[in-house]
């Protein structure tokens, strides 16, 4: 369990490195994190078309199960 929750400014694939459970949910909401993972999850999700709230509550949820 993470001891603070992910921020939409964190980049995508630290997140990936340090939380491997976030991978199905970045797939899940179509973010590149092959080819623009470097770039933050805000940042992801507006390129990629997702809902930035919902995606980051569904990392939350991951890390915290």
């Known amino acids: 369990m993470a001891d603070t929750p992910?921020?939409?400014d964190q980049i995508v694939n630290n997140i990936i490195k340090e939380f491997p459970s976030t991978i199905e949910v970045f797939t899940?909401?179509?973010i590149?994190?092959?080819c623009g993972g470097a770039a933050s999850i805000e940042a992801s999700a507006s390129r990629d078309g997702a809902d930035l709230d919902a995606l980051m509550?569904?990392?939350?949820k991951a890390v915290s199960e």
Request: include cysteine.
């Open 32 to 34: 590149d994190s092959c």
């Open 6 to 8: 992910i921020t939409k």
């Open 28 to 30: 899940r909401f179509a």
């Open 57 to 60: 509550a569904e990392l939350n």
